[in-house]
């Protein structure tokens, strides 16, 4: 009873600011152009969380790799293993890198060969 009486003073003493409320509360809920912005939340909410899994694989991940080969730099072996979890979380078949791998350590070690020979003291007769 309490609580009527006061709702009742409080819509005597601001009609003005209730008649407001009630007028534009329906008009955001229902407004058409609020709808695909809530749409986009929702997107940005789902990617955030996808991208959250995918940072949690990455990083176990090249954990693992990281161990398993101790002799190569750490950024190519992070960025070889993110590009798979990166095609999972597209929905992408994983791609094996292997030859792409091959192909770059192969055209490193030419690349080093043609530097030592280019270096190297000539004998002149």
């Excluded at 009609?15 to 509360?25: F, I, Y």
């Excluded at 990617?47 to 080969?69: D, I, T």
């Excluded at 030419?110 to 270096?119: A, D, E, G, T, V």
Aim: glycine share 2%; proline share 4%; aromatic share 4%.
């Amino acid at each position: 009873m309490q609580t009527v009486v006061q709702s009742a003073q409080y819509q005597e003493e601001f009609p003005a600011k209730e008649e407001h409320l009630k007028k534009e509360l329906p008009l955001v809920a229902n407004s058409v152009q609020d709808k695909p912005a809530v749409i986009m939340l929702k997107r940005q909410r789902r990617l955030r969380a996808k991208m959250k899994a995918a940072r949690n694989l990455l990083e176990k991940a090249c954990s693992e790799a990281v161990e398993k080969n101790t002799g190569h730099k750490k950024q190519i072996i992070q960025k070889r293993v993110y590009l798979g979890v990166y095609r999972k979380l597209l929905g992408l078949p994983a791609k094996d890198l292997s030859v792409e791998w091959e192909n770059s350590k192969r055209k490193i070690m030419i690349w080093k060969k043609k530097r030592l020979m280019k270096n190297r003291p000539r004998i002149v007769n």
